[in-house]
């Protein structure tokens, strides 16, 4: 039978010391006595624990961060730009150093993961799905590091998460438009392989039922690969069909961006003579023509959130894993025709 891999919180219990202790003798931090560092080391030692040495000589832990590649820099994409800003300045609040790794599916392999950036990090987030599959996580997962997910979720496997509430979301944002009295609405899609735009759009589509109200399928054009506007060419699918909607829900801030070109584009008038709202709360969101109604999902605070997660695992603070959903919240303005509107 193989020994239990040894923890952080198996040296504090050897040693009588708490977690916060081992973890500053570790890190080479001040203030512990020196007796009780050499207890701490001693015990380190008589239990086979591995301390994973840091990178590039460095003083600080290193933590990373696993996103997929896409067409659009993801430092700079309007909703994971966000996560990352958040997660970056936590990890340097604590002490961390971050260590990003970009997933390609045409180039990357899981191997090279597994033994390259897996191998330099103590722990790791991985912020979205999309091209990162369940299998890959799970592989990765048999590396036996901490692990954070970000926007993702596996059902069967019970790993700590941090998620918006999407499903609400997409549920909030479609009662909006029923309040305001509209029935003939489209919805601009997303990809299924990510399960966060999936959640939002089973949120719109369950409060559209409630009304007793059904999508037409050409209303619902699939999403476009391979363009930078893509709610752009959906829109204009819809558009070319001759009836429109009153009224058109975008599965995410960046999908609306190009709607709303593409209506502009034919003479129609927002929201006058379609309304349109979204969801995800951008800082471009707010400085649309009109200002774009939209439900604010909290993306730095999730970062950090993620960030402060794996820090615990780390230190071995947390043995249960949770899935943690942040509140979501409508933020109306004038792309729909109401300002504020009164429930």
């Known amino acids: 039978m193989n020994k239990a891999k040894p923890t952080m919180r198996k040296i504090a219990e050897a040693a009588k010391v708490s977690l916060t202790t081992v973890w500053m003798v570790i890190h080479k931090k001040p203030g512990i006595a020196q007796e009780t560092v050499q207890r701490v080391w001693a015990t380190i030692a008589d239990l086979d624990y591995v301390v994973k040495p840091t990178i590039n000589g460095s003083h600080g832990e290193s933590v990373g961060l696993l996103i997929e590649q896409n067409s659009v820099p993801v430092i700079s994409d309007v909703f994971y730009g966000e996560i990352i800003r958040g997660f970056q300045t936590e990890a340097e609040r604590?002490?961390?150093?971050?260590?990003l790794?970009?997933?390609?599916?045409?180039n990357g392999n899981i191997h090279v993961l597994k033994r390259g950036f897996a191998q330099?990090?103590?722990?790791?987030?991985?912020?979205?799905?999309?091209?990162?599959?369940?299998?890959?996580?799970?592989?990765?997962e048999s590396l036996r590091i901490p692990i954070v997910l970000v926007e993702n979720h596996i059902d069967e496997q019970r790993l700590p998460c941090i998620l918006g509430d999407n499903f609400m979301a997409g549920y909030q944002i479609a009662r909006h438009l029923l309040k305001l009295g509209h029935r003939k609405i489209a919805l601009l899609r997303g990809p299924t392989k990510y399960s966060s735009l999936v959640d939002r759009q089973r949120g719109c589509m369950a409060a559209l039922a409630e009304a007793g109200l059904l999508i037409p399928i050409e209303w619902m054009p699939k999403p476009v690969s391979g363009h930078p506007l893509k709610?752009?060419?959906?829109?204009r699918e819809i558009l070319e069909q001759g009836e429109y909607p009153t009224a058109v829900i975008a599965i995410s801030d960046k999908t609306a961006f190009g709607a709303m070109e593409a209506i502009r584009e034919i003479g129609l008038k927002i929201p006058d003579d379609i309304a349109i709202a979204s969801i995800d709360n951008t800082l471009e969101s707010a400085y649309t023509r009109p200002p774009l109604t939209t439900v604010n999902i909290p993306k730095y605070e999730m970062g950090v959130l993620a960030l402060q997660k794996l820090h615990r695992l780390i230190r071995d603070e947390d043995t249960i894993p949770v899935k943690t959903i942040v509140y979501s919240e409508l933020i109306v303005r004038e792309s729909c025709g109401a300002a504020v509107l009164q429930f």
């Open 120 to 140: 330099k990090v103590s722990g790791f987030v991985v912020a979205n799905d999309g091209d990162i599959t369940p299998q890959m996580i799970i592989q990765l």
């Open 231 to 235: 709610g752009y060419v959906q829109m």
């Open 101 to 106: 790794s970009m997933f390609d599916r045409a």
């Open 94 to 99: 604590l002490g961390y150093h971050v260590v």
